[in-house]
């Protein structure tokens, strides 16, 4: 696995293998604001619960996330369409600001490790 550059000169680290493990130690290394969430909902849903059941939603949640915390620029521009639908008076430009980052989200959650 390999970093990739954007246009920006931006280095956006690999996905890691889709494990929860490789996926906690990325969140450590490259996001580590998330890791409390991260570890707290692993707890939370997995660890105290016995249950593995709720790994993949846990998997695809924070498979997101990071894809998104990787790239602080698209997490930026994400977080602003956000932000600005939530600001918006006009229903259709609102709906239009959501679909852009949940078409942006839809996308980062199809990564494949290495991507």
């Known amino acids: 696995m390999t970093a990739h550059v954007t246009e920006n000169d931006q280095v956006v680290p690999p996905m890691p293998e889709r494990t929860p493990q490789a996926l906690r130690a990325a969140i450590a290394e490259h996001a580590p604001v998330l890791l409390p969430d991260f570890d707290r909902h692993w707890k939370r849903a997995i660890a105290d619960t016995f249950n593995l059941g709720p790994v993949p939603a846990f998997m695809a ?42 078409k942006i989200r839809h996308r980062v959650q199809k990564l494949e490790p290495g991507e």
Do not use: C, F
């Not at 602080?72 to 609102?94: C, F, M, N, Q, W």
């Open 61 to 102: 949640l924070w498979w997101g996330e990071y894809a998104l915390a990787r790239d602080p620029k698209l997490d930026a521009y994400v977080h602003d369409l956000e932000i600005r639908a939530s600001e918006s008076t006009d229903g259709a430009e609102a709906r239009a600001l959501l679909e852009e980052a949940s």
